[in-house]
């Protein structure tokens, strides 16, 4: 019972992962501009990592496999926003602008 | 359910793949490939329980390592360069 439950949320949590990982490849494929293709990848990349993770350390139970995978998502989860951040640190020191468009008094966009 | 997942996690790494030769910039292309390091990690992962051998994740904390260790090192390197770029064209 238990383990059917175990697996189900395991199941669970691996799609949504899954979903998350797609989304964050077609956002970095086809957004307009560096900065939103980053922040794309690295919001989808740290709750990818955190799914399929957790969906597998449930799989994995009590054992050396799931201390391994906690230790990688940790670790991951660690440096993913700080490559992101010396990233777009990277880019905006270089002189890269993000687009963008400002409104106006009247609503109206002007670049 | 890891063959759906490792399925997504592919064609993820193709998208990656077509940013990285696509990138107008080149901070474009290091985004692209930190991405693709990322996604080999979480792809040796779920292998490693598909195929139901965990030394894969040994691997997979050694590629998660050595992919930061990189990035910071190419980002590293075009930072300087850029402001190399901008020093000599001041002088």
């Known amino acids: 019972m238990i383990e059917t439950l175990l697996d189900i949320l395991s199941w669970m949590l691996l799609c949504a992962g899954g979903v998350f990982v ?15 293709r980053l922040h794309a990848a690295s919001l989808t990349d740290s709750m990818a990592t955190i799914l399929i993770f957790v969906g597998i350390m449930l799989q994995a139970g009590l054992s050396l496999a799931a201390l391994k995978l906690g230790a990688i998502m940790l670790f991951l989860l660690v440096t993913g926003p700080t490559a992101s951040y010396a990233l777009a640190n990277a880019a905006l020191q270089s002189g890269l602008r993000p687009v963008a468009t400002r409104l106006d008094s009247e609503g109206t966009e002007e670049p | 359910m890891y063959v759906a997942v490792s ?36 792809l040796l992962s779920v292998i490693a329980f598909l195929m139901e051998r965990p030394d894969f994740l040994d691997l997979a904390l050694a590629y998660a390592l050595i992919n930061m260790v990189g990035i910071l090192a190419v980002l590293e390197f075009f930072q300087n360069r850029t402001r190399g770029a901008q020093e000599d064209g001041h002088d």
């Open chain 1, 22 to 36: 797609l989304i964050g490849g077609i956002g970095a494929l086809r957004l307009p501009g560096f900065y939103t």
């Open chain 2, 7 to 42: 399925l997504a996690i592919l064609v993820t790494m193709i998208l990656a793949l077509l940013r990285a030769l696509r990138g107008p910039t080149v901070y474009d292309r290091v985004l692209a490939v930190n991405m693709f390091g990322t996604k080999t990690v979480l």
